[in-house]
């Protein structure tokens, strides 16, 4: 087994960042984040520990985040966004960046649709995983662990100097039945 420190961070929405704090007492159609709680709980079952902030839920501030990041001090941290919340991760990778040398890893809808584009605009993402998941992030934490080389990790693309290298998306498909409750 191998121990990293992994933090999840769900970007506060845009919608809400606008409004002032604590004025919504009930937040309606906000849909829980299954795809960043099944990726915690099996990056937990192979020994990782691992911490989740929900952004949008708790309505977390950057300064807020960044606090946790400081707190909690994780080996990575992966960032999970829809298109909505481009704009809001964007300034979020940036300013964690500003602060810190982790490495950040984005996921989600967003960067599943628009890979390059997403890497490509933004200069502070190290790896971005498009598709499922729920393979490709332990592999990386693998690989990264014990000092390897992402190049033959599927469904990536990251930088290497200045370059952006794209490895093609696994064709593995994931058993839902399989994974482990969040």
Excluded: W
Aim: charged content about 30%; overall charge positive.
């Amino acid at each position: 087994l191998y121990n990293m420190k992994v933090l999840l961070i769900i970007p506060p929405s845009e919608i809400f960042k606008k409004r002032k704090r604590n004025t919504i007492k009930k937040k309606v159609g906000l849909l829980p984040q299954l795809g960043v709680l099944i990726l915690g709980s099996v990056l937990e079952k192979k020994g990782d520990q691992v911490k989740i902030i929900d952004g949008q839920l708790l309505d977390s501030t950057f300064k807020e985040i960044i606090e946790e990041i400081n707190t909690f001090n994780p080996d990575i941290i992966g960032i999970s966004f829809i298109t909505a919340q481009k704009f809001v991760a964007d300034e979020l990778i940036h300013k964690i960046k500003e602060t810190s040398d982790h490495i950040i890893i984005v996921g989600g809808a967003h960067p599943t649709c628009f890979p390059e584009e997403t890497i490509e605009k933004n200069k502070d993402i190290d790896i971005l995983v498009f598709g499922e998941a729920e393979h490709t992030f332990p592999k990386i934490i693998k690989d990264l662990e014990s000092k390897k080389s992402i190049k033959t990790v599927p469904g990536i693309l990251f930088r290497e100097k200045d370059k952006i290298i794209r490895n093609n998306q696994s064709n593995k498909v994931v058993d839902l039945d399989k994974l482990p409750f969040p």
